[in-house]
């Protein structure tokens, strides 16, 4: 009796994995030929055209599309930083000042020129603008190139309104009015 169904269970397994194999052969030579109904092969068309032709919206990690985010405000202030939207052997950078200034937004590079790439004779300034609101379509702008009168590289002390009070390595101080591009 134990060999019997020894047999039978045999039997069946043998079976069983041959008309596994028997379907998987079947639908894969059904799939690799391409053979597929008529409906079917329009509808997987349908969404391979619609696939290619979509937009790609960014997404949340929850799935949602991220919203259009406006930039904050500019917050003006000095900030130590010590390279500009130039190459550092042509001008050297001690601190920047950036702020609204007769509605535009200055960028003020304070230092100087370097003479043969790493020292600076004479003090001076860069500045460039760009749009208050940083929203707004505009690039940065190249303003001009001041140089003070004080000998090594300008830092900036601070600002009151319009003007610009610069002190050099001596400890010598000048100022500079951004509305007549002037040193005082």
């Given at each position: 009796m134990k060999r019997k169904l020894k047999w039978s269970a045999f039997l069946v397994s043998v079976v069983g994995?041959?008309?596994?194999?028997?379907?998987?052969?079947?639908?894969?030579?059904?799939?690799?030929?391409?053979?597929?109904?008529p409906a079917k092969a329009r509808m997987l068309?349908?969404?391979?055209?619609?696939?290619a032709n979509a937009?790609?919206?960014?997404?949340?990690?929850?799935?949602?599309?991220?919203?259009s985010v406006p930039i904050p405000a500019r917050v003006g202030g000095i900030v130590l930083m010590h390279q500009g939207p130039f190459f550092a052997g042509e001008f050297q950078v001690n601190d920047v000042w950036d702020g609204a200034i007769a509605g535009k937004w200055l960028i003020?590079?304070?230092?100087?020129?370097?003479?043969?790439?790493?020292?600076?004779?004479?003090?001076?300034?860069?500045?460039?603008?760009?749009?208050?609101d940083p929203n707004s379509t505009?690039?940065?702008?190249?303003?001009?190139?001041?140089?003070?009168?004080?000998?090594?590289a300008l830092t900036i002390v601070s600002v009151e309104?319009?003007?610009?009070?610069?002190?050099?390595?001596?400890?010598?101080?000048?100022?500079?009015?951004?509305?007549?591009?002037?040193f005082g």
């Open positions: 994995v041959t008309l596994l194999a028997v379907g998987n052969l079947g639908a894969s030579t059904y799939y690799s030929a391409n053979v597929l109904p068309d349908a969404e391979a055209q619609a696939r937009w790609i919206t960014p997404k949340t990690t929850h799935g949602m599309a991220l919203a003020v590079y304070a230092g100087g020129s370097t003479v043969d790439g790493a020292s600076v004779a004479v003090g001076g300034i860069r500045i460039y603008t760009e749009p208050v505009g690039d940065l702008s190249f303003v001009g190139e001041w140089k003070s009168s004080l000998a090594g309104g319009n003007i610009i009070t610069f002190r050099n390595d001596n400890g010598s101080k000048t100022t500079f009015n951004l509305i007549t591009h002037s």
